[in-house]
């Protein structure tokens, strides 16, 4: 009896995800702060400045605009097309399903519409960004399109703004579906090495990099925090 193909499910990585989102809050909130205080200095000084010394008046003013420029980046980063964002991927028998935040279904890969490709050696295999344990992964492979043309499609479980702990996971039992209901399609051996296709999974651990990169995120709130106090000094 063939044992049954187990469904897995994304899992957030919470404290990670949560202190980068306040991270990013903080700085928004921080940002528009030190607008106003900057742009309340500039009224009560604007005939000051723009008669004595306009190029200090015109510096701040620039400066300003980078600020609003910055916040506006920052609020379109958190808020903008929110609902078109995976923040859920289960993979099971069928493929690979991501949700949105509101949990409705935004795009499925069934393992029945996965192609050989035309044009490469391999089926389906991964792309790295950087190094292969810390960089961006994605994995590629091929589907048609709505006019019957086989094209390149990417399967991706970096989030937006979500730290997921058991991506490695997802990705190598995505490929375990494919070795399993597709076994026409073949994966490239650097994706079967790097996912341990042949054997069993590798445990993941938080490691130093982890540590370092958690410490990293902890000075700049600091950094943060001290800046804005210091600019409160500045204009008040």
Known sequence: MIEKFQAIESKINTPTTYFLMGI?????????VVIGVVFNFIYNNFRQYAENDPGIFFTILIALLLLIFCWV????????????RARKAVV??????????????????????????????????????QTIKYGKT???????????????????????????CNQYQLYRHFLR???????????????IDQYNLSSEPQKTKFG???????????????????????????FV
């Open 24 to 32: 990013l809050w903080i700085a928004v909130i921080l940002i528009m």
């Open 73 to 84: 980046a920052l609020i379109m980063a958190l808020t903008y097309r929110i609902k078109e």
């Open 92 to 129: 099971n028998e069928k493929g690979v399903t991501f949700y949105n935040n509101q949990n409705t279904i935004i795009e499925t890969i069934l393992y029945s519409d996965l192609q050989p490709a035309e044009n490469s050696s391999d089926d389906v295999y991964v792309r790295n960004t």
């Open 138 to 164: 994605t994995l590629q492979v091929y589907l048609k399109n709505k006019v019957g043309e086989i094209i390149p499609s990417t399967v991706d479980f970096n989030f937006n703004l979500i730290i997921l």
């Open 177 to 191: 579906g494919i070795q399993h209901f597709r076994p026409d399609l073949k994966i490239s051996q650097q994706t």
């Open 208 to 234: 130093i990099f982890e540590y370092i990169i958690s410490a990293v995120f902890i000075l700049i709130a600091a950094g943060l925090v001290y800046v804005f106090i210091l600019l409160i000094k500045m």
